[in-house]
């Protein structure tokens, strides 16, 4: 039962990331912030989908956010970190607007505090 269940829920965030990506796409100037949301982890990539690059990233595996983070703290803190070194790294290429995709995942929790992470730190989406 449980096992279907997973299933179900990976096939519907699938379908809402389909929808989601007919309706943007990224440019040079206004690349596409894609969010990936794992049980211990949360990933964002800046993306021109005209080349196909990926202009900037971020993670909480990555060593610029191990030395910004201080001791334990919660997930969607860490989310929120990340959201401001994506930003820091776009300002640094010269980008400052972006769009934000969600990559199927609901607004809420981790992958709000990384929007609003990265708004706080001068993006606009």
């Known amino acids: 039962m449980i096992k279907k269940n997973i299933a179900k829920n990976r096939l519907l965030r699938f379908r809402r990331k389909r929808a989601i990506r007919k309706k943007i796409s990224g440019t040079p100037e206004i ?3 894609s969010v990936y949301r794992s049980l ?3 990933y964002a990539q800046a993306i021109d ?3 196909g690059n990926t202009l ?3 993670s909480t595996l990555q060593p610029e956010f ?3 983070k201080k001791g334990d703290i919660k997930p ?3 989310a929120f970190l990340t959201g401001r070194l994506l930003a820091k790294k ?3 290429k010269g980008i400052n607007r972006v769009c934000f995709d969600r990559n199927g995942f609901i607004y809420h929790g981790r ?3 990384l929007a609003d992470g990265a708004r706080k730190e001068g993006l606009k989406f």
Do not use: G, N, T
């Open 49 to 51: 989908d005209i080349s």
């Open 90 to 92: 776009c300002l640094e």
């Open 76 to 78: 969607v803190e860490e």
């Open 40 to 42: 211990k982890h949360i």
């Open 111 to 113: 992958v709000k505090a």
């Open 56 to 58: 900037v990233s971020a």
């Open 66 to 68: 191990k030395a910004q």
């Open 31 to 33: 690349p596409r912030i």
